[in-house]
């Protein structure tokens, strides 16, 4: 079975600064990794994903993410935040095992605050 | 176009009564999950649905807690006998195809209260 950890409960940051929200896997097999953003109460929403090829990935809203297979890492960045990217960061991991390949393990989430 | 939509966005359950929570996937999606998220938790994978076949319910806690999907596509999550552990939010989420490759795009919540 996978897991996810992120490992920051909450990230404070002032606007215009760079941030990185941290996530640590753990699967006996290949995963899809995913990076999802939940605003107040809103669903999630996709920020992007890796599934294959090359491992920095570009999502939506300036986010970006770097597939790290070594260090099992998919760790989340974005090079100048503002205020209206306060949200919730949920990474997620999906097992690239046909039949259960659909089935999303989230992470406990990471609180983004930006700071005027 | 339309999203994902549930209903009720709120309920307030007194314990030991049944709750019905309904979810409106996007038209045409084949693939229909259900995820539990407890405060200040990640969701969790309750069961997933392909058309109107319930092909996983590994996740879902209880033989208190049921799911269908009928006609392939509105899903309703039912719990009987509420237990304050159920307090939760519930999202419902769809997507075209049932395979990690594929987006699948989430509703707003259910927020389940129990007292």
């Known amino acids: 079975a996978q897991s996810v950890t992120q490992l920051d409960s909450q990230v404070p940051v002032f606007e215009e600064a760079p941030v990185e929200l941290r996530c640590n896997y753990s699967?006996?097999?290949?995963?899809?990794l995913f990076w999802y953003v939940q605003y107040p109460n809103q669903g999630l929403q996709l920020l992007l994903k890796?599934?294959?090829?090359?491992?920095l990935v570009k999502g939506i809203n300036g986010f970006e993410a770097e597939f790290n297979k070594s260090q099992t890492s998919f760790h989340l960045r974005k090079p100048s935040v503002h205020i209206s990217d306060t949200a919730e960061y949920f990474c997620?991991?999906?097992?690239?095992?046909?039949?259960?390949?659909?089935?999303?393990?989230f992470g406990k989430g990471t609180l983004l605050t930006v700071n005027p | 176009g339309a999203g994902v939509s549930q209903s009720p966005r709120y309920k307030v359950a007194k314990r030991g009564q049944d709750v019905a929570l309904r979810c409106d996937p996007i038209?045409?999606?084949?693939?229909l999950f259900w995820y539990q998220q407890a405060l200040g938790q990640g969701p969790e994978f309750l069961t997933y649905f392909q058309n109107e076949a319930q092909l996983d319910k590994s996740g879902l806690p209880s033989d208190r807690f049921f799911a269908e999907r009928p006609e392939g596509s509105v899903s309703t999550l039912k719990i009987q006998r509420t237990q304050q552990e159920d307090s939760a939010v519930y999202l419902c989420a769809s997507s075209l195809a049932g395979t990690g490759a594929y987006e699948q795009y989430f509703g707003p919540g259910t927020r389940l209260t129990v007292t």
């Open positions: 890796y599934l294959s090829g090359s491992t």
């Open positions: 699967s006996s097999v290949s995963v899809y």
């Open positions: 997620a991991v999906s097992e690239r095992v046909l039949g259960s390949n659909y089935k999303l393990t």
């Open positions: 038209s045409g999606h084949v693939s």
